[in-house]
């Protein structure tokens, strides 16, 4: 490794890669050699080839606990870093800077009456951190994908607490988008909301929640693109 000023943040070093674990034709789980990294859930690694100027941020998916760090990456179409990254093998180098980041800071001493998580597609990743993290949480997951196979390791969160709305059949629990969801949903006013993916579900996410009596203050977001 080089570079590494401590054990809990790493300005630039090579981590080995361990494996890489497809769940869909174009989203797969890349995991590599922890290094002794501190982390905490929600917040991104940057990511890249050895030696190249392309990197891009990628939220940690694995758990505090895990030995090994783990990010969830959808392929973009055009996109650079998600494709190269699709094809590095076993024993390769990763360039990895961070961790940064403060998304689910407020989360690790989460208010009574629980939390609120919501997520488009890959920004599904900072909550799996979470719950593998803090399995004991008062927590309730939503999960926008286009059909149930994008509902990526559904079996590690605990089935009653996660909602996953599929916007292209009715595989899932609810046939239509998250923000239709939203606008029919329980939604509990003393809940801190968490929402994750992209900024167009993220504003129109929000819209519907202050409607509905969230404040501002209880809201948080992390947008990816
Ligand atoms: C804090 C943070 C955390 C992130 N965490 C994740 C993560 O956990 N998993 C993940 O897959 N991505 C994540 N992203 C997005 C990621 O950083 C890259 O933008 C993405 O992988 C595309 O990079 P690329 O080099 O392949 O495409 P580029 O060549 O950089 O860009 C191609 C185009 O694709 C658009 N784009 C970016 N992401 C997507 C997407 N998911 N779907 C459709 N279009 C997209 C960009 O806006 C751009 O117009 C995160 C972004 C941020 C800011």
């Not at 030995?67 to 093998?89: C, H, N, T």
């Amino acid at each position: 490794m080089i570079g590494q000023k401590n054990k809990s943040h790493i300005d630039e070093a090579l981590f080995q890669i361990d494996s890489v674990r497809h769940l869909t034709e174009s989203t797969y789980v890349l995991r590599f050699s922890r290094n002794g990294m501190e982390f905490t859930p929600g917040q991104h690694l940057v990511l890249g080839l050895p030696g190249s100027t392309e990197l891009r941020e990628y939220s940690i998916y694995s758990g505090i606990h895990d030995a090994f760090l783990e990010v969830l990456i959808k392929e973009v179409d055009e996109g650079l870093v998600s494709r190269q990254l699709k094809y590095i093998g076993p024993e390769e180098s990763l360039e990895v800077r961070g961790p940064y980041g403060f998304f689910l800071t407020r989360a690790s001493n989460p208010p009574p009456g629980g939390i609120l998580f919501i997520s488009s597609g890959t920004g599904i990743a900072p909550f799996h951190s979470y719950v593998n993290s803090y399995p004991q949480a008062d927590y309730r997951l939503i999960h926008g994908v286009r059909s149930i196979n994008e509902a990526y390791d559904s079996g590690d969160y605990q089935r009653e607490r996660l909602h996953v709305c599929t916007s292209r059949d009715n595989t899932g629990n609810f046939e239509g988008r998250l923000t239709d969801y939203l606008l029919e949903a329980e939604i509990e006013p003393h809940r801190d909301v968490y929402l994750c993916g992209n900024s167009n579900m993220i504003f129109d996410a929000m819209d519907i929640l202050r409607a509905r009596g969230i404040s501002q203050n209880q809201i948080y977001t992390e947008v990816y693109f």
